[in-house]
């Protein structure tokens, strides 16, 4: 089972099209469940997921991070996925996790933005940055497209409760 960790706050612009990809995955509907984690939205984001996710918690940890953990914590399965609230995926997303998770412990890869506009711009410049990271062998997860099995999120400690760089936080640990 894998279990995937949505942390929303006001997403109902993006909730759907995000629920529905991860709804129509290849995988079994019973081989995954979808947790959103909601961080006090004022707007339709919790009555959107309603209609797609198998869990809508409050968030009661500060920041990402802590939305992140939240959902870890009420998590069904041996394997934990994380993705944000306006990231869509391909139908193979959940089984390409599933084989790399067979090899390893933890199990990233990229995020393709859609929009182009200044803040997407930014992030796309910072994370080209982190492939000179791996000429010093170390891997940076990114938080709208990472994985692991339950037990190394355990054995790391996981998410800390904060708001910048939890998936750059963990990936270190």
Not at 38 to 61: C, F, L, P, W
Not at 67 to 87: C, K, L, N, P
Not at 105 to 114: D, L, M, N
Not at 149 to 157: I, S
Request: aromatic share 6%; charged share 25%; hydrophobic share 40%.
């Amino acid at each position: 089972m894998i279990s995937v960790i949505v942390p929303a706050l006001n997403e109902e612009g993006q909730i759907e099209a995000t629920l529905k990809s991860l709804a129509n995955q290849s995988l079994e509907n019973e081989s995954y469940e979808i947790i959103l984690v909601d961080g006090g939205s004022g707007d339709r984001t919790v009555e959107i997921a309603k209609e797609y996710a198998d869990k809508v918690i409050v968030q009661t940890h500060p920041g990402i991070g802590g939305a992140r953990r939240d959902g870890a914590e009420v998590a069904s399965g041996q394997i934990i996925a994380f993705t944000d609230a306006d990231t869509a995926f391909p139908k193979g997303w959940l089984e390409v996790i599933s084989k790399n998770l067979e090899r390893h412990e933890a199990s990233t890869g990229p995020v393709i933005f859609q929009d182009g506009d200044l803040r997407t711009e930014i992030l796309r410049a910072v994370r080209s940055s982190y492939k000179l990271l791996q000429a010093f062998n170390f891997c940076y997860m990114i938080g709208s497209n990472m994985a692991m099995r339950k037990e190394t999120y355990r054995r790391t400690g996981g998410h800390r409760d904060i708001s910048l760089l939890d998936d750059y936080d963990l990936s270190v640990k």
